[in-house]
């Protein structure tokens, strides 16, 4: 079944949006999704436990559940097996927490949710391509042990196309391809020059080798279900690979 990492071109980058927002748009078609946040920092205690805003995102448009019926959420501890509560780099948030994730636990915890019969899986990764897992390992290793396809956010503000253009060629470099990607307008001052704007966006168009599935503007704050919902307008599903 499809199944793709995310990425961004950097912290912030709007990839919770739009991998919400894709998660939305397949289930309005009446697909199974799963969207997955192997670590996360900047989690926020409750009753249950440390919880990450991002990854209750994505836990939101995730149906059905992996082993229930279609009305039954997912279980947190599956979208999210890895939560630190400072809001740094991963491998920073889990030594403050006196622990180290290692790739091999990651690895372990996402072949069997693969396995499963979804129409589309997200693996949200943290900050950008390059971020730290631990001393010796990266998030992106991740996407190559599964060999996923990826799927780039590109967060529109000053400097995004460097970024941008950077980020798809360490992709590919590391073998990896790269399926598709998207824009989300984080600073709304980017798009005051509506033509100086289209030509940055006509800019990515040219130079990124994969497909645009869209552009999300900037959303008003509100629900993550009504956000995703809204940014699932302006997005296109990946091809199956």
């Not at 824009?183 to 704007?197: E, I, K």
């Amino acid at each position: 079944m499809p199944a793709y990492f995310v990425t961004g071109t950097d912290t912030d980058a709007g990839k919770t949006l739009a991998s919400a927002g894709l998660l939305a748009r397949a289930r309005r078609a009446g697909q199974t999704t799963l969207g997955l946040k192997p670590i996360a920092s900047g989690s926020e205690a409750t009753p249950e436990g440390l919880r990450n805003a991002d990854a209750l995102a994505l836990q939101a448009q995730s149906a059905p559940a992996a082993d229930s019926s279609r009305d039954q959420a997912v279980a947190y501890a599956t979208i999210n097996p890895f939560a630190f509560a400072p809001a740094i780099a991963p491998h920073l948030a889990a030594r403050r927490a006196g622990a180290e994730v290692q790739l091999a636990e990651l690895t372990a915890w996402l072949r069997p949710l693969l396995a499963l019969e979804r129409d589309l899986t997200l693996v949200e990764g943290a900050g950008g391509w390059r971020v730290p897992l631990n001393e010796g390992e990266d998030l992106a290793e991740l996407a190559l042990a599964m060999e996923l396809p990826v799927l780039l956010v590109v967060g529109l503000r000053l400097g995004c196309l460097s970024h941008a253009r950077l980020t798809a060629e360490a992709v590919r470099a590391d073998g990896l391809h790269l399926a598709g990607w998207i824009g989300s307008l984080v600073d709304p001052a980017f798009a005051a020059d509506d033509a100086l704007y289209r030509d940055n966006l006509a800019t990515l168009t040219r130079t990124l080798p994969a497909p645009c599935l869209g552009v999300i503007p900037r959303l008003p704050a509100g629900d993550p279900r009504a956000m995703a919902a809204a940014a699932a307008d302006y997005l296109e599903l990946p091809d199956a690979h």
